[in-house]
């Protein structure tokens, strides 16, 4: 009897783990496809040149079938390598940077309240007004790329970390410290779990801005990447490159996406099983 319900027990779970690979990888899928549906309803309803409105299926010619097709490959390969590292790095340096400071703010109010309207005026400043200066300062390399990025990512992640940090019950932490636990025990061992559902939404915000800047500091400051290439594109009125690259960084974005639902469900299964969506 307790072999048959093991079996079964462990049926269900693959059954289950099963089930949360499918549901995102579905909902990737279908967002793909209607970004397709979209991009063909766009061109056909506004009625956009060819010359400039690239179709899909132009797209895909450009990229497999085209006498320079090679050529054009490697251009969105080459810079879609170098825009995802310069939006993973300002992604990861600025979301660990925020989580930190989101938990130095919850162990000490005084520098948060010191240090919370600094971070709000910076917010107030158009980031393409900081990148020259940025440029100026740290050259044009990778770390200005990642200074960009992390500016983008760093304030909203910081504001829904902080959010998520304070968002436990009472009660656990009235219990925590009836066993005299530290405010620094209260915060790994209760505060960070509660936070797990704030965090990965804070990511799924983060991730579009890290493109989204790193496509910025591309454009402005380094003079590489898909960035560039989109540059590129639009001065030499190769349009359907600029769609191909597009195209191409939408459509990862998506699976980007996908991969952090992915992982949040995972975490959450692990650290706030209540807060796993069914």
Request: proline share 5%.
């Amino acid at each position: 009897m307790t072999d048959s319900l093991t079996v079964h027990d462990d049926t269900r779970r693959r059954r289950s783990l099963a089930l949360d690979l499918v549901k995102p990888l579905g909902g990737m899928i279908v967002a793909l496809g209607a970004l397709i549906v979209v991009w063909v309803a766009f061109l056909r309803i506004f009625d956009v040149s060819p010359f400039v409105g690239v179709s899909p299926s132009r797209v895909f010619e450009h990229l497999t079938a085209a006498d320079d097709a090679a050529e054009n490959r490697a251009g969105i390969v080459s810079g879609l390598g170098r825009t995802l590292l310069d939006a993973g790095a300002g992604l990861v340096i600025g979301g660990l940077g925020s989580i930190g400071v989101a938990c130095i703010f919850v162990l000490n109010r005084p520098i948060e309240r010191a240090l919370l309207p600094i971070g709000v005026a910076l917010q107030t400043v158009p980031i393409v007004a900081l990148v020259p200066l940025l440029a100026l300062v740290f050259g044009r390399g990778l770390i200005s790329t990642i200074i960009v990025t992390g500016i983008i990512v760093f304030f909203p992640t910081l504001v829904l970390v902080t959010h998520g940090l304070r968002s436990v019950s009472t009660q656990g932490i009235d219990l925590l410290r009836a066993y005299d636990a530290s405010p620094r025990t209260v915060l790994f061992k209760l505060r960070l779990p509660a936070a797990m559902p704030s965090i990965f939404a804070a990511a799924k915000i983060a991730v579009p801005g890290a493109i989204l800047g790193a496509l910025l500091a591309e454009w402005l400051v380094t003079g590489a990447g898909l960035g560039y290439e989109m540059l590129t594109a639009t001065t030499q009125n190769d349009y359907k490159q600029l769609w191909a690259a597009t195209a191409t960084l939408t459509s990862f974005a998506i699976i980007v996406y996908t991969l952090t639902t992915i992982l949040e469900r995972a975490m959450l299964e692990r650290f706030a099983p209540d807060h796993v969506a069914v």
